[in-house]
C-alpha cells in the first residue's frame, strides 16, 4: 500500500472519529452526567464503518486514550466485514438482533445469534465479523483511540474516500 493511500487513511479515520464525538452526547471522563434515550444525538458512524450506521459516544473520546462507550445503530442487512481492533471490545447488543462470527471468512450461518441483551468481549486482535439480522443497537466500550483494522483492504470504506 503505497504511503499516500496510508496517509489518506489515517487521515479519513481520524475525522471519522472527530465527526462522531462532535454529532453525539458525550463527556469527558471524570464528570457526572446522565444521558436519557431521548437525549442520545445519533449522527453518522466513523467512516471506518460501512454505510448506513448511525453513531452516539455517551462517553469519553472514541479518538484519544482513556475509557469511552458509544452506541451504534445499524440497519436490518448490515454487515461489518472480517476485522480486528488493537483494544479490547466490550459489547451488549441493546435491541435487535446481531450475529457476531469469529473468523477472516464471513460466514452468516456460522455467526452466533445475539439477541437484546446480549453481550460479547473480545481481546485485541481477535479476528471476527458482524451481521444485523434486524434493526440493531449496540453499546461498544473501550479504551482509545478506537480504531478498526478490516482483513481485506478491499471491505475497508476508507479506501473508497477520495
Known amino acids: 500500500m503505497s504511503r499516500h493511500i496510508v496517509l489518506d487513511i489515517a487521515a479519513a479515520t481520524a475525522i471519522g472519529l472527530a465527526a462522531l464525538a462532535g454529532s453525539a452526547v458525550g463527556q469527558q471522563a471524570g464528570e457526572h452526567k446522565l444521558i436519557s434515550p431521548q437525549d442520545i444525538k445519533w449522527g453518522p458512524a466513523p467512516s471506518s464503518l460501512p454505510a448506513g450506521a448511525q453513531a452516539a459516544v455517551l462517553y469519553g473520546d472514541p479518538g484519544k486514550e482513556g475509557q469511552f462507550a458509544f452506541r451504534l445503530k445499524m440497519p436490518k442487512g448490515y454487515h461489518i466485514a472480517p476485522h480486528t481492533h ?3 471490545e466490550i459489547v451488549t447488543v441493546l435491541a435487535g438482533t446481531a450475529r457476531l462470527g469469529m473468523g477472516a471468512a464471513a460466514d452468516h450461518d456460522k455467526a452466533q445469534l445475539l439477541p437484546a441483551g446480549g453481550f460479547f468481549a473480545m ?19 473501550s479504551i482509545g483511540p478506537w480504531d478498526i483494522n478490516y482483513v481485506s483492504s478491499k471491505d475497508d470504506p476508507r479506501q473508497k474516500v477520495q
Open 123 to 141: 481481546p485485541p486482535g481477535s479476528t471476527h465479523y458482524f451481521f444485523a439480522d434486524e434493526d440493531t443497537v449496540l453499546q461498544l466500550n
Open 86 to 88: 488493537p483494544k479490547p
